[in-house]
């Protein structure tokens, strides 16, 4: 296992609208077994193979942050397929480290998911689980929490975001 280097807001890899995985290979399992461990070592509920530069459907959530292996939940070709009610929290993204803003997402979502066999099930989430489920497929079409924002906000955060980094480096 490995902690792999975590793309930042910026880059055009973030963008990229990611592709379903087809057969399940131990690439795929080396990579699932490094974004928990990547997730972990940045203090993240969850992770996107996006922002580690794969281009694939995948992700990660363990809301226990690595304290409950039972936690752990890995989304493949997920697509949320129900959702219901609104939750107001602060949300932040590995690949925006320092920016946490209160976004609106649902309270409640069922995920279609396709387990590592290649058979499919539904997961549900709520409240933090749910947030986490939401950001992560995002991820996987390109999206960033910031982009909910307005224009204004979004300039204003990216500001911050620059400013914090260069202060930084
Ligand atoms: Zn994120």
New binding site residues.
Partial sequence: MAVRKVLTWGDPRLKINSSDVGEWTPELEQLVADLFETAIAEE?V???AP?VGVNLNIAVVDTSCGGDPAAQIVLVNPEIVHQEGSQLASE?????PGIHEVLERPKQVRVKNRRRDGSWEEVEGEDLLARAFC??I??LRGK??VEYFGPVKRQFLQRRYNKQRTTKE
Avoid: M
Wanted: net charge negative.
């Fill in positions: 993240g969850g992770i996107a922002q932040g993204c590995l690949s925006i950001h992560e995002d991820h960033l929490f």
